[in-house]
């Protein structure tokens, strides 16, 4: 089950049943189905709250993902930073959907194992999130 939880900042308007379809699809080819992932949408100040709390790091980010998947389950917390996204989409001239979708996928491929801490892996990630944004467009998403 994928859920969407709001905490300090108010909810995105989200297609909740077509992204989650998404997720599912995108979660089996990488040889894994989805048990419980909860996005929690919050702002900046509750993302860096978050992050020095249980990493112990001191800066702004986007996403945080608190995994707790089994060998074939993804299941996971992916804390989302709206504020973060809405600034990342202006920097790089996406739309905030756009972003956002990205933002969704990245936190499911960390839940697949992948990481992101490499040049290398960043490059990975990145083509996994480009995959996975054109399976969105097949499956009917919008742009």
């Given at each position: 089950m994928v859920c969407f939880i709001s905490q300090d900042i108010e909810k995105p308007a989200l297609n909740e049943?077509?992204?989650?379809?998404?997720?599912?699809?995108?979660?089996?080819?990488?040889?894994?189905?989805?048990?419980n992932i909860n996005y929690i949408f919050c702002s900046d100040e509750r993302e860096l709250e978050v992050n020095r709390q249980f990493l112990g790091h001191d800066y702004y980010t986007d996403v945080i993902t608190f995994d707790y998947s089994t060998a074939t389950t993804l299941n996971g917390d992916i804390f989302i930073s709206l504020d973060t996204v809405r600034s990342n989409a202006a920097t790089v001239g996406a739309t905030f959907d756009h972003e956002l979708r990205r933002i969704l996928i990245h936190g499911v491929l960390h839940l697949t194992g992948q990481g992101d801490k490499t040049p290398e892996t960043k490059t990975e990630m990145t083509a996994k999130e480009e995959k996975a944004l054109a399976l969105w467009a097949q499956l009917g998403g919008e742009s």
């Amino acid at each position: 089950m994928v859920c969407f939880i709001s905490q300090d900042i108010e909810k995105p308007a989200l297609n909740e049943r077509k992204i989650s379809r998404w997720i599912r699809a995108v979660a089996a080819g990488y040889g894994f189905r989805v048990g419980n992932i909860n996005y929690i949408f919050c702002s900046d100040e509750r993302e860096l709250e978050v992050n020095r709390q249980f990493l112990g790091h001191d800066y702004y980010t986007d996403v945080i993902t608190f995994d707790y998947s089994t060998a074939t389950t993804l299941n996971g917390d992916i804390f989302i930073s709206l504020d973060t996204v809405r600034s990342n989409a202006a920097t790089v001239g996406a739309t905030f959907d756009h972003e956002l979708r990205r933002i969704l996928i990245h936190g499911v491929l960390h839940l697949t194992g992948q990481g992101d801490k490499t040049p290398e892996t960043k490059t990975e990630m990145t083509a996994k999130e480009e995959k996975a944004l054109a399976l969105w467009a097949q499956l009917g998403g919008e742009s």
